[in-house]
């Protein structure tokens, strides 16, 4: 049974940071692309920043220069070190696991939520 846990949301001020972790299990690890989504309320989900399996980055222009993704495929584990938080970054952040074929999971997500 494919999971990926979340972890490490919560509340914090505008200029804060997080760090969110995502610890996934039932998969190849290394095999799968990671990537961190998010959710406003009233608004699509969307990518915030994905990682390949070997490497390569890609984030949303809303966050580049703030955000920064990271895996260590031994603890089968992918990071979002979220620096320099605003309001606008308040959102349910959820993490993803692809790969080709019918490869698509998801976690349940986290709450980040940023005060002004």
């Known amino acids: 049974q494919v999971q990926l846990v979340e972890s490490g949301g919560g509340l914090v001020q505008t200029g804060g940071s997080l760090r969110l972790s995502c610890a996934a299990s039932?998969?190849?690890?290394?095999?799968?692309?990671m990537g961190w989504y998010r959710q406003a309320p009233g608004k699509q989900r969307e990518l915030v920043a994905s990682?390949?399996?070997?490497?390569?980055?890609n984030y949303a222009d809303s966050v580049t220069g703030r955000f920064s993704i990271s895996r260590e495929n031994a603890k089968n584990t992918v990071y979002l070190q979220m620096n320099s938080l605003v309001p606008e970054d308040t959102a349910v952040y959820y993490c993803?696991?692809?790969?080709?074929?019918?490869?698509?999971?998801w976690g349940q997500g986290t709450q980040v939520t940023v005060s002004s």
């Open positions: 990682i390949t399996t070997l490497g390569g980055t």
């Open positions: 993803n696991a692809r790969r080709l074929g019918p490869y698509d999971f």
């Open positions: 039932g998969i190849v690890f290394g095999a799968y692309v």
